[in-house]
């Protein structure tokens, strides 16, 4: 879509089944942010009004792929590292063979810091003017998890 910006789309306008639905071009959710040029940065703030940069990432991933220079080149962008699965690798998610993929997005969801979904709300619902983008690697599983909770 944009340059370096991986997997980036609005969640807004979906319907809930009490009929209610999230805003649109409030909550965005994307991958990785490591790689977003001067231009998609610029858009994001300007175009989309992002304030606020939620990375579910890792401690090992954010080493591996730190910060884009979009956050010093907007210096009023929020980020907040909320680390889905706190204390544990990207190994660890390592599907063994022989598992039921079943059972594994039950240890998936048993992993993930239940926490760190009610701190994505705490943060979107801090300030109801900023708009947020949480991502993580692709932005599949740990943000599409997070999208469908929301």
Request: aromatic fraction near 10%; glycine fraction near 10%.
């Amino acid at each position: 879509m944009y340059d370096g910006l991986v997997n980036f789309r609005d969640i807004g306008g979906a319907a809930s089944r009490y009929g209610r639905s999230v805003r649109t071009g409030v909550v965005f959710r994307a991958g990785l942010f490591s790689f977003v040029g001067d231009e998609a940065g610029d858009r994001l703030v300007n175009e989309f009004g992002v304030q606020t940069v939620i990375d579910l990432r890792m401690d090992d991933e954010l080493e591996e792929h730190p910060p884009p220079p979009l956050y010093s080149r907007h210096a009023l962008i929020k980020v907040v590292h909320l680390p889905f699965f706190k204390g544990h690798k990207l190994s660890d998610l390592t599907l063994p063979s022989g598992f039921e993929p079943e059972p594994w997005s039950i240890r998936y969801t048993d992993l993930a810091g239940r926490h760190v979904i009610v701190k994505v709300f705490e943060e979107i619902l801090a300030d109801d003017v900023s708009h947020t983008v949480f991502h993580c690697w692709s932005g599949k599983d740990r943000t599409g998890l997070t999208a469908a909770i929301l």
